[in-house]
């Protein structure tokens, strides 16, 4: 691949959890990067971006969204701009990402973090909540309870098969099991032009819990109490595909007291200038 692609491809990285590596003050210790990490950096060139961006470069070939949490106007309206002018995105959102564990009272136990793009979402007529995180019978897997204690299926943590999987497409058509952790789903918004075209589904034994009841699960078995399975399949991960228009249909945020500095003043013209407000094709996947 590399001598096929001496020019490797930009991705603009914007990651709201430590895919890097780096120092973990909880633990005064230095963290590895994620393996997805290390192995991409062999085939791509991967530029971390960091909150607050005002635009995304234009040799950026794929913007990776990882966990976004807490983003202002201004990065959400670079990424958003980045859209519409026919930048390809890959995003991640999660209800319950345990490996960001954080908590505010060492009293309590730690407790995962919610991500979501809701304005650009919401834009782009995609229905997508923290509230709710999808519990799958079918594709429950089996966990340890403890010495002495036979394993339990988890409802929230899946592992699915090739029938939950879309065989036409590309990312998808070679793989023959994925194991998801408090996954959410996706489904467009009524009146919505958008399409999401299906690559991760869950089973029709599935439905949805709300995701504080995984917080502090200490028994998974207490899932199933009262669990009624819906009779729907949910979407897990999906192109997004159709015409998208633009978050800010006033232009641009207002951003801090204008600078001095001539360079920032023009660059903050040429992006007023430029503000695009829809695209007829989007290129995007959602997971």
């Known amino acids: ?10 991705v603009g990285l914007l990651a709201g959890v430590a895919m890097t590596g780096g120092f973990d003050p909880q633990t005064q210790q230095i963290t590895q990067p994620w393996v997805i990490m290390t192995q991409g950096r062999q085939l791509f060139e991967i530029r971390e971006l960091t909150p607050g961006m005002a635009q995304i470069d234009a ?19 670079a990424i ?3 859209v519409l002018r026919g930048g390809r995105a890959l995003i991640f959102v999660d209800p ?12 309590t136990m730690a407790a995962g973090s919610p991500s979501d793009l809701g304005p650009l979402f919401a834009a782009w007529g995609i229905e997508y909540s923290t509230e709710n995180t999808v519990a799958d019978a079918r594709y429950a897997l089996s966990v340890n309870a403890g010495p002495g204690s036979r394993p339990i299926r988890h409802i929230g943590l899946l592992g ?7 065989t036409d497409d590309i990312v998808t058509s070679g793989l023959a099991s994925i194991n ?77 007291e204008p600078s001095e500095d001539e360079t920032a003043d023009t660059q903050d013209d040429s992006v007023t200038t430029n503000h695009l407000t829809s695209t007829d ?7």
């Open 160 to 166: 699915l098969d090739g029938l939950a999987m879309n």
């Open 180 to 256: 998801l952790g408090t996954a959410g789903s996706f489904s467009v918004a009524d009146g919505s032009d958008t399409t999401l075209v299906p690559l991760l589904t869950s089973s029709t034994s599935a439905g949805t819990l709300p995701t504080i009841q995984f917080q502090f699960l200490s028994d998974p078995a207490a899932l199933l109490d009262g669990f009624i399975p819906s009779g729907e399949t949910y979407v897990l991960a999906a192109r997004l595909e159709g015409p998208l228009t633009t978050a800010f249909p006033d232009g641009p945020p207002a951003t801090a």
């Open 281 to 287: 094709s989007a290129n995007i996947i959602l997971v």
């Open 59 to 77: 040799d950026i070939g794929v913007l990776w969204i990882v966990h976004p949490r807490g983003l202002d106007e201004t990065t959400l309206y």
């Open 96 to 107: 319950f990402a345990e490996i960001d564990m954080s908590t505010t009272d060492p009293a």
């Open 1 to 10: 691949y590399n001598l096929a692609n001496p020019d490797k491809t930009v």
């Open 80 to 82: 958003d701009q980045f």
